[in-house]
């Protein structure tokens, strides 16, 4: 028996808001229009066009089609081979950016198991929730590897920036070398990952302070061990020592 790391995200709130399934008929179309929510559409089988942002896609079977709220789009069932498809909305922000289609075949699954929300009243918007977030990680799942090493990077920046971690560390242990791993890093972020990290600890310093904690048991808790260098590095990134900002902030 053993146990996984679960990293905290801090999500916001996804709520499903509209769910269905049609087989159309013949050129049958729907647009051009707008959401206030975010739709996805699977393909479970036929063919259809995918307009947005001035880009047209020819979907079939297997892919989804992704509408964000408040971006105009069209979409129409093929003259031969009309499309079936699933469709389910909800509001809130995905936990990853989000592309126009998908060629998710493996995710039928999910989107036929969404059809199962008739067998309940009360909990039918848990259950769909559950069905949208399993179909999150399929997607996360798929995201380019740089994506994911980037984002694995600042999870473990997040989650153990109180821990004395240095970059070398991190690239080791998203198996990626240094150099290589700091570009794919700025140029996701735009910051280098030294820097992130030290304006994390920062940031977190800042609250730590004004919640009255001393500077010492500030630096231990940011990943500091000992207090020359936490102050040495807070002056130079505030402009000011902490324990002069502790000082000023409890007068």
Same mark, same amino acid.
């Given at each position: 028996?053993?146990?996984e ?28 229009a707008?959401?206030?929510?975010? @739709?996805? &559409?699977?393909?479970?089988? !036929? /063919?259809?066009? +995918? ?8 979907? $079939? ?54 059809? @199962?929300? &008739?067998?309940?009243?009360? !909990? /039918?918007?848990? +259950? ?8 999150? $990680? ?15 990077a ?8 109180m821990?004395?971690?240095?970059v070398?560390?991190?690239?080791d ?9 700091s ?17 994390? /600890? ?11 904690? $001393?500077?010492t ?35």
């Amino acid at each position: 028996m053993g146990s996984e790391i679960v990293i905290n995200k801090g999500y916001n709130d996804v709520n499903p808001v509209q769910f269905g399934y049609e087989k159309c008929k013949s050129l049958h179309s729907f647009g051009p229009a707008t959401r206030f929510y975010w @739709l996805f &559409h699977f393909v479970v089988s !036929g /063919r259809g066009k +995918f307009y947005i942002n001035n880009k047209c896609y020819s979907l $079939s079977e297997g892919m989804m089609f992704v509408i964000p709220p408040f971006v105009e789009t069209f979409y129409q069932a093929d003259d031969n081979e009309p499309w079936e498809y699933i469709w389910i909305g909800f509001s809130g922000k995905p936990p990853l950016d989000l592309e126009d289609t998908y060629n998710i075949p493996n995710a039928f699954h999910i989107f036929e198991g969404m059809k @199962l929300s &008739h067998n309940y009243k009360k !909990g /039918r918007t848990e +259950f769909l929730l559950s069905k949208i977030w399993e179909l999150f $990680s399929v997607l996360i799942e798929e995201k380019p590897q740089a994506s994911n090493s980037v984002d694995t990077a600042l999870n473990l920046i997040h989650s153990e920036y109180m821990l004395p971690i240095t970059v070398q560390q991190i690239a080791d242990r998203i198996h990626l070398e240094r150099t290589y791993f700091s570009n794919i890093f700025f140029k996701r972020i735009g910051v280098s990952p030294k820097q992130y990290l030290l304006n994390y /600890r920062m940031e977190k310093a800042v609250v730590l302070l004004q919640q009255g904690h $001393s500077v010492t048991t500030t630096a231990f808790s940011v990943g500091y061990s000992d207090v020359y260098t936490f102050s040495k590095m807070f002056k130079r990134h505030f402009g000011s020592s902490p324990s002069k900002y502790f000082k000023e902030i409890h007068k």
